[in-house]
């Protein structure tokens, strides 16, 4: 087994995990990182992350379908008989 040397060892590769191995290499630092799932941490993999871009996904759809209902009568007609 190959033994390397690290300035630091991240133990958690959540949010803050990544953000802080990412700034130590940034800055010249020998990182290195260990993570038990996903990288990213809960919110990013399973929580708030998904749940936002889902809501906001329906909400659009909402928007969507409550303009189109009310928008009869407007716009440009759709007759091909010339007036």
């Known amino acids: ?5 690290v300035d630091v060892f991240v133990i958690g590769g959540g ?3 990544s953000d ?12 290195a990182m260990a993570e038990r799932e996903a990288l990213g941490g809960e919110c990013a993999n399973f ?4 749940s936002k871009a889902m809501l906001k996904a329906a909400r659009v759809a909402a928007l ?3 303009q189109a209902s009310s928008a009869s009568g407007w716009g440009p007609s759709r007759s091909t008989s010339p007036p």
Not at 47 to 50: I, L, R, V, W
């Open 1 to 5: 087994m190959r033994v390397e040397r």
């Open 15 to 17: 949010g803050t995990g």
């Open 20 to 31: 802080v191995t990412a700034a130590l290499a940034g800055a010249g630092m020998n990182v």
């Open 47 to 50: 929580g708030c992350d998904p």
């Open 64 to 66: 969507a379908r409550e």
